[in-house]
């Protein structure tokens, strides 16, 4: 193992593989830690949509600025990711989700998004096999340049495009300390040796307030067991993904014909919980046959589970601690991480490497829950 | 040519330079890269044989490999059939 690194990132998720690749473009010496292996955690087993539709702002500057960075990833990282751009299709079921919906399409549309307010008709053109009386839907939102990445490609096309400007990764090692003198991020401790660094990267997800615990930061993000599934392959029905923050539902035909969704489980609880159950399949299945009566025929091939890592307003942790010199917070994406990680490992690039960051980070601190916040609605799965 | 996973058409080939390129040690690595064990069978037929691959590339003993999580429902199951009586 390597004695000394410019920056040690703990986690192989989409965000700590993103970041590893935008710092060793500019030049550093990027270490990356996993307990287990690239896109082993939520990265792995997230619903794979890109959606820029938010209610905040922040999050939704996050994903146009990443959306605009997909758009030219595969090139840029010389590796396949499975990008593509169906759209998201978003249900208003009554007036007050109308209201929401206006004011959300209105914030949107200032930052420069295409998206539109579609009606009943509208939805069926764009999803055929959607029944508008089954969803209880009065209407829609849709931007067309929403859409889909491979999780799994991403995540290693971004490694190892990082490997190959001389990012060095260590799978199957696990931090066990973080050693801070002075206030200052000294070296980080694994089970397979020590590194001296003087930035550490927090990008653990699910796990992230444990390594922040290791530096004396407390973090209020909590775990919170999330599920979904997949059918067997079709053919090819519609390319847009669709989602109801009312009913919690998502879901979308994959690359290859499989549609994939979860809805929040009945039995949701906070903690480490890694068990499929059996009463968000029959939720799910239940409102996917409300949503697409013409997919009740359709087998379900496998359920499982992942975790948000979730924060009290919904949004990421991002920067620098305000304690500890060199501890760089990249967790909390509360459901969201993948779609954004592309922008915000740009962000958390230009702050280690002290350049002019291209959107301002202040309000996503770990201090703003000590002076209140305003939570992001539009919140799936 | 050697078949191994049916479902996906992988040979015995994909999956030798699969473990090389990325640097494999487990079967939830081939499973996430070649989708290896996602298809109708879920991986009844090829994950033995797969770890078998792995053991002799990366020099682990067979019983080290550690096998992906196992995922309900074992068999495939129509949408209709289990969301029938909620509500």
Redesign the interface.
Known sequence: MKSEADVVIVGAGINGCALAYELSKRGKDVVVVDRRHIAAGATGRCGAGIRQQWSTKENALLAKKSVEIFEGLEEELGHPIGFRQGGYLIAIHDEEDMKQARKNVEMQKSIGLPVRIIDREEIKEIVPILDPDGMKAIAATFCPTDGHADPFKTANAYALAAIRNGATFYKFTEVRGIKVENREVREVITDKGSIKTKFVVDAAGAWSSRIAEMAGIKIPNKPVRKEALVTEPLPRIFDAMVISFRHGIYFSQMARGEILGGIPSPEEKIGYHFEPTWSFLKKMAYMLGRYAPILKGTNILRQWTGFYDVTPDALPVLGEDKNVRGFIHCHGFSGHGFMIAPMTARLLAQLITGEKLDLPIERLSLERFEKGTVKEKSVVG | MKIVCRCEDLTEEDIVNAIRK?????L??LR??LRLG?G?C?GRTCLPIAARILARETGQKIEDVMPP?S???VV?????????D??
């Open positions: 990325y640097d494999m040690r487990t939830s690595e996430q890269i996602m109708p879920q999580a995922r309900p429902p495939p199951v129509e949408i209709g059939v289990v969301g029938e909620e509500e």
